[in-house]
């Protein structure tokens, strides 16, 4: 079957880095999407790898690696509005997204 | 522009009622998807249509779930004799195939609550 899993939950501080963990087992691969949601509004788009290794965007970076199965989303001098749910997707070889739990971040002061 | 417009953005049906669920897409995408979010969950895989072709609805629950596209822009999902278990977040999203990263744009979805 398909999996995608993703921690539930994670704290952190603001000013501080905080990496939330995406690992994976699909039917056929064509890229992994991290998307930012938070509460009662729409997921948007973050970032997109296909490639192994790091895609760098202003405070935010996400990591792949094909042969683990697994990517990452680094966020740096975090922010009290980087508190939402950060889901990680992977499209499948059908072009369709399948999607994570979602981690809910929690920034404190 | 603007972007994925969903209505109502909120509905209160009984249990038994029939709902509809619009999507209004952005213009010209070809692509458009629809998904069920439970509350601390992921978006679930509804269906999938390429311009007025439901390609795929493998992920509809049951067949009380139909949804049409009847000309390749306006999008509307129909739930017929809602149950409790249908209380979910509907998430619409558009996008254009031929242009990686194929991003998906999002709705601000509708709430349905089945009482």
Request: aromatic residues 12%; neutral net charge.
């Amino acid at each position: 079957g398909q999996n995608i899993d993703q921690p539930t939950e994670m704290t952190a501080t603001e000013g501080a880095i905080v990496q939330i963990n995406c690992t994976y087992q699909t039917s056929g691969f064509n890229g992994l999407f991290w998307y930012q949601q938070h509460a009662g509004e729409a997921p948007t788009f973050l970032s997109y790898n296909v490639l192994d290794g790091l895609e760098e965007k202003g405070r935010f970076s996400s990591f792949l690696s094909r042969s683990k199965g697994y990517s990452y989303l680094l966020l740096k001098e975090l922010q009290m509005k980087d508190s939402a749910s950060y889901l990680c997707a992977v499209m499948d070889s059908n072009y369709q997204l399948i999607w994570g739990a979602g981690t809910k971040l929690i920034i404190k002061p | 522009g603007a972007g994925v417009s969903q209505s109502p953005r909120y509905k209160v049906a009984k249990r038994g009622q029939d709902v509809a669920l619009r999507c209004d897409p952005i213009s010209g995408h070809v692509s458009l998807f629809w998904y069920q979010q439970a509350l601390g969950q992921g978006p679930e895989f509804l269906t999938y249509f390429q311009n007025e072709a439901q390609l795929d609805k493998s992920g509809l629950p049951s067949d009380r779930f139909f949804a049409e596209r009847p000309e390749g822009s306006v999008s509307t999902l129909k739930i017929q004799r809602t149950q409790q278990e249908d209380s979910a977040v509907y998430l619409c999203a558009s996008s254009t195939p031929g242009s990686l990263p194929y991003e998906q744009y999002f709705g601000p979805g509708t709430r349905l609550t089945v009482t």
